[in-house]
């Protein structure tokens, strides 16, 4: 139970870094919560004064701010999940050093190739993949200008080992279109292997999604990394803030909206952070839409790409 608070906790706390201010709750849900609080709370009799505290802090509505309710609320919505990174997630097992390994010289199929049969061979990478799941690497075009970079494999994901396959992966590849490039153009990558697990009961399918920890990130950093290094592109694009914490620094800013939008750099090439496409998924708005979108134009000038004025002009407000 306490895993599982703690990962509502870091997707509440997502929530409230990417600007979210409220969600939604029932009066079912309330009620769920009460049961959930009263059977978690010492055996001893409260006090007139703190029954009535209780009873008025525990009042049906139709809405909570997020900052002030508590994590299971959020998470008896079944909300789509969250991908940007939480400020401080939670430890989870603990992991050994990430393991030393080298690529054979030769051409950049070759050194991916390796890349790829030492990521699908490690030890740790196996055994935090389910059953019957995969282990994700990148995939794309080697001699990509543009390398897209996000947070961990989701459900689609971990089951065709290929990131951004399922509705944010279909979104992203729409709005690559949209710039004019072809998905087979680019390289997309993530900054796990594995999708981060959430506790799940035997022959069961998880539910939702977490964000990696640190110590997780720490771990497959070595291998972007070697994608980046493989395929060399002229920019990066940081989609969410997991991918961006984990391309400039796990301290290096507190929201995303402080940098989003912003030339960054890494190891000397221009980095772009901007929202995961997810977050137009939760808030389906032409402000959303164009908020992405004016950083990958951002990108689109950056790259030499031709920009015409109807690109220009997407998800501008009538």
């Given amino acids: 139970m306490q895993a599982s608070l703690n990962a509502l906790a870091d997707e509440l706390r997502r929530l409230k870094a990417d600007g979210v201010k409220r969600v939604v709750v029932s009066d079912e849900t309330i009620t769920a919560l009460r049961k959930l609080v009263e059977a978690r709370a010492p055996k001893t009799a409260p006090s007139a004064s703190a029954q009535a505290a209780a009873s008025a802090s525990a009042s049906p509505s139709t809405s909570t701010p997020a900052s002030e309710s508590a994590p299971v609320v959020y998470s008896q919505l079944r909300q789509p ?42 030890p740790v990478c196996l055994k935090h993949v389910r059953p019957g799941k995969k282990i994700v690497l990148g995939v794309g075009n080697l001699d990509a200008k543009l390398f897209f970079c996000g947070e961990a494999p989701g459900a689609e994901e971990e089951i065709q080992g290929e990131p951004f396959v399922g509705p944010a992966g279909q979104l992203l590849t729409k709005m690559i279109q ?10 997309i ?17 998880q539910v939702g999604n977490r964000p990696p920890t640190e110590e997780e990130m720490r771990y497959c950093m070595p291998y972007l990394r070697a994608q ?3 395929v ?3 920019l990066i694009v940081a989609l969410g803030a997991t991918a961006a914490k984990g391309l400039l620094g796990f301290d290096s800013f507190t929201t995303l909206g402080s940098i989003r939008g912003r030339w960054q750099q890494f190891e000397g090439k221009p980095l772009m952070v901007t929202y995961h496409p ?26 030499n790409l031709p920009v015409s004025d109807r690109q220009r002009g997407y998800f501008l407000e009538k």
């Fill in 81 to 122: 999940a969250v991908r940007a990174a939480a400020p401080k997630p939670q430890p989870a097992a603990t992991l050994p050093p990430p393991s030393p390994f080298t690529l054979p010289d030769g051409d950049k199929k070759t050194r991916w190739d390796a890349l790829l049969n030492v990521v699908t061979t490690n």
């Fill in 178 to 187: 949209a710039m004019g490039v072809k998905r087979e153009d680019v390289y």
């Fill in 228 to 230: 980046l290094e493989i």
């Fill in 278 to 303: 997810s977050y137009i998924l939760r808030t389906p708005t032409n402000r959303t839409k164009r908020a992405i979108w004016e950083d990958f134009l951002k990108v689109m000038e950056k790259a």
């Fill in 232 to 234: 060399n592109p002229e």
């Fill in 189 to 205: 990558g993530n900054i796990m292997n594995w999708r981060p697990q959430l506790p799940t009961p035997s022959g069961m399918e």
